[in-house]
C-alpha cells in the first residue's frame, strides 16, 4: 500500500540554522512526492513537488529531492527564518488512488 | 479571491446534532476532495467528486456521513448524529481531472461537545 512516514517533531531551531525535516516512503510505481505547509489557522500550502526521480522541487528557499534508491523526499532549507514556522506535511499522490497520502506532520518552530 | 473556498470556518455541535459543510472549488477543476484531519494528524482521504459523481469513498466514511456535488460545482458535506470522535478539521480541496497537484481550502474546524 501506500503510506509516508516522517520525522517526528517538534523542531525548533534558531534563525538562520540549517533545516532537514525527514520524509521516506512506500509506494508501488512512480508516485509524485510533495511538501505542503499549514500555517497557524489555515489550510495547507504547496510549498514544492517533483513527479520523478532525481528531480528537485524548490520554493521560497526550501528543497527537496526525489530519491527512488531510498524512497525519500527529505525537506532542507539553508537559513531559517521566524516566518518559517508551521507544520510541514511531506505526502505522496498514486496515479489511480487518486487521492493524497499525508504524512503526520511535523511542527518546526524557529526563535529569534 | 479564486481560491477554494469553505464555510464555515469553524462549527461547534452538541452530541447528536446534524451538521453540514459547504465547499466551493476552484471553478474551472472538476475534482473535489474531502479530507479530514486530527489533531497532531496528517489528513486523511474520505471521498472525491469527478463532476458531479462521487468516485470513491474512504472506510473513514460512516454511513452517518453523506458528501453531495448536485451540479458539479459546490459540495457539501453532511455529518448526522455526531459524536465526539467526529471533532476535527474538514479539508476541501480541488484539480484538474488527470493532475496531481491539488489545492486546499482553509478548512472546518467541528467541535462536538
Known amino acids: 500500500g501506500n503510506s509516508v512516514t516522517q520525522m517526528e517533531g517538534p523542531v525548533t531551531l534558531s534563525e538562520e540554522a540549517f533545516l532537514t525535516i525527514n520524509c521516506t516512503y512506500t509506494a508501488t510505481g512512480y508516485p509524485s512526492l510533495f511538501w505542503y505547509v499549514q500555517y497557524p489557522g489555515e489550510g495547507l500550502q504547496l510549498l514544492l513537488k517533483a513527479t520523478k526521480a532525481d528531480d528537485k522541487g524548490s520554493n521560497k528557499g526550501f528543497e527537496a529531492t526525489y530519491r527512488k534508491e531510498t524512497t525519500s523526499f527529505h525537506l532542507e532549507k539553508g537559513s531559517v527564518q521566524v516566518s518559517d514556522s508551521a507544520v510541514y506535511f511531506c505526502a505522496l499522490f498514486q496515479t489511480g488512488a487518486n487521492n493524497l497520502f499525508f504524512g503526520t506532520g511535523t511542527r518546526l518552530t524557529v526563535i529569534p | ?113
Request: proline share 4%.
Open chain 2, 1 to 113: 479571491d479564486t481560491g477554494v473556498s469553505q464555510d464555515p470556518r469553524h462549527k461547534i455541535t452538541k452530541r447528536g446534532q446534524n451538521v453540514t459543510f459547504r465547499c466551493d472549488p476552484i471553478s474551472e477543476h472538476n475534482r473535489l476532495y474531502w479530507y479530514r484531519q486530527t489533531l497532531g494528524q496528517g489528513p486523511e482521504f474520505l471521498t472525491y467528486f469527478q463532476n458531479e459523481a462521487q468516485l470513491e469513498k474512504s472506510r473513514l466514511l460512516s454511513d452517518r456521513f453523506s458528501a453531495e456535488r448536485p451540479k458539479g460545482s459546490f459540495s457539501t458535506l453532511e455529518i448526522q448524529r455526531t459524536e465526539q470522535g467526529d471533532s476535527a478539521m474538514y479539508l476541501c480541496a480541488s484539480s484538474f481531472q488527470g493532475e496531481d497537484e491539488q489545492f486546499f481550502g482553509p478548512g472546518t474546524r467541528l467541535t462536538v461537545l
